[in-house]
């Protein structure tokens, strides 16, 4: 944790020298992991793992994830890539937000710790820390 610190704030030697001395002294980092519960059981992924008997299905739907967010979200990105972190990014569409996009707004929205504020036809969803304010209820 300490060695992410010093990375935030541009310490590259500090974080060199605590990285070293970690291996040095044998820790290791626990990785990092997510899991959810569907039908009364636990379903465990860590990063890389190719374990799960889904895995094949689970990392076909991961690729076409990007290819549908990149041909519904060009809005968005244009807005990343030309406002400084912390602006918030205001987008208007000229219809209703379908589920995708809403569902793939909220995570940009905690990927990029940015708002966004979508205008559409009859409403504002303002997404926040992977949140929307209509509450998932549109």
């Not at 291996?23 to 793992?49: A, M, Q, Y």
């Amino acid at each position: 944790m300490l060695s992410n610190m010093y990375a935030e704030i541009g310490r590259w030697d500090d974080v060199k020298r605590l990285r070293v001395l970690s291996k040095e002294r044998g820790l290791k980092k626990s990785p990092g992991c997510s899991w959810t519960e569907i039908n009364g059981e636990s379903h465990v992924f860590v990063g890389g793992d190719t374990s799960h008997p889904q895995v094949v299905e689970i990392y076909k739907l991961l690729e076409e994830l990007p290819k549908k967010m990149r041909a519904r979200g060009l809005a968005i990105v244009f807005g990343l890539l030309n406002t400084c972190p912390g602006t918030v990014l205001r987008v208007t569409k000229n219809l209703r937000i379908c589920m995708d996009c809403h569902t793939a707004t909220k995570f940009i929205s905690m990927i990029y710790d940015r708002e966004i504020i979508v205008r559409v036809v009859n409403r504002f969803h303002h997404f926040k820390d992977g949140s929307c304010s209509c509450g998932d209820y549109w």
